[in-house]
């Protein structure tokens, strides 16, 4: 069954744009306000930006101006825009509920930017 799956990462130059797809159980999405997060190597996960289910958006200070989140009712996704990119937004990026369960963990989407 569909929990939460992440695609859209890839090799990406600096400069460039990306956009993420997080595909959701509908249970998931209508019950909860939705996040993206990442891992970069060596650092711990951070919370990257949410999305509330009244479409209120919050992005970390690195990202804010660059990356946009969003998401399609009618299809229970969420996704996240990235323009600009820079080497440091290198990282694998998941998505979860803005409280994370850690069930709802997936694999994630690797996003590489090279300089």
């Known amino acids: 069954q569909v929990q939460l799956v992440e695609s859209g990462g890839g090799l990406v130059q600096a400069g460039g744009s990306a956009r993420l797809s997080c595909a959701a159980s509908r249970s998931i999405y209508r019950s909860n306000d939705m996040a993206w997060y990442r891992q970069a190597p060596g650092q711990q996960r951070e919370l990257v930006a949410y999305?509330?289910?009244?479409?209120?958006?919050n992005y970390v200070d690195s990202v804010k101006g660059r990356f946009t989140i969003s998401k399609d009712n009618a299809k229970n996704t969420v996704y996240l825009q990235m323009n600009n990119l820079k080497p440091e937004d290198t990282a694998v990026y998941y998505c979860?509920?803005?409280?994370?369960?850690?069930?709802?963990w997936g694999q994630g989407t690797q996003v590489t930017v090279s300089s």
């Open positions: 979860n509920t803005y409280r994370p369960m850690s069930r709802y």
């Open positions: 999305i509330t289910s009244g479409g209120r958006t």
